[in-house]
């Protein structure tokens, strides 16, 4: 069954704005992964957060966990026209395998 | 280039046709996946391989089987497809089976004519 659910669906930003996309997950998890997808391409993996971390940092992203909520953030700073692609959140817990969402479309405009 | 290669990349075939889709990794991981997506749905997990062993069959219509003759293969061969199975299909890796980050293939966008 389907466990993120990312919110917004698109979100459209200007180049140098920061953008923020939030992801709910349903059941205990093991650790939290952010990817990210080119158009029609494959994904590539940005970040992993752990249950017993609360927020992490990798360059110009900023990911945090909240598990008490089931939710987690991606917050991307100084957005880049390159920065343009969708962006999905997927959870691994007791299955041993990845739950992805259904992806934020972000458009970053120059 | 994460590593991961899939051929081809585009397939057109119809219906009574049968053909494979191929993926190869170099990163010397263990697990290998198939995944499916589709417009406007998630991904959806189709097989699981790991050591060459398959452990996940997520109720796949039995006219997708998948093949791993070694660690670095993985093969889906499809046979008497439908329409609705047009999507891109995208082979990833892991280093091990479960709570790693995947490492995925470019996908190869199948069209089911």
């Known amino acids: 069954s389907q466990q993120g659910e990312e919110d917004p669906q698109a979100l459209s930003i200007q180049e140098g704005e920061n953008a923020t996309m939030n992801c709910s997950y349903k059941t205990s998890i093991n650790n939290l992964q952010w990817y990210r997808q080119n158009s029609g391409r494959g994904l590539v993996h940005l970040i992993l957060i752990r249950s017993n971390e609360r927020e992490k940092h990798s360059g110009r992203l900023r990911v945090t966990l909240d598990t008490s909520k089931k939710s987690s953030s991606l917050l991307i700073t100084a957005s880049r026209a390159a920065d343009t692609a969708s962006y999905f959140c997927?959870?691994?817990?007791?299955?041993?395998?990845?739950?992805f969402g259904s992806g934020t479309q972000l458009t970053v405009l120059p | 280039e994460t590593g991961v290669t899939q051929t081809p990349r585009h397939l057109v075939m119809g219906m009574t046709n049968k053909k494979s889709l191929k993926c190869e990794q170099h990163l010397g991981h263990n697990a290998m996946y198939w995944y499916k997506q589709s417009a406007k749905k998630p991904l959806e997990l189709m097989f699981v391989?790991?050591?060459?062993?398959?452990?996940e069959n997520n109720s796949v219509p039995s006219r997708f089987s998948p093949e791993c003759p070694n660690s670095s293969h993985l093969f889906l061969h499809l046979h008497t497809l439908q329409p609705e199975d047009s999507a891109l299909y995208l082979c990833a890796s892991s280093q091990v089976r479960g709570f790693y980050e995947q490492y995925f293939g470019p996908g190869t966008r199948l069209t089911v004519t």
């Open positions: 997927a959870s691994t817990g007791s299955a041993r395998q990845l739950t």
């Open positions: 391989y790991s050591l060459e062993e398959r452990v």
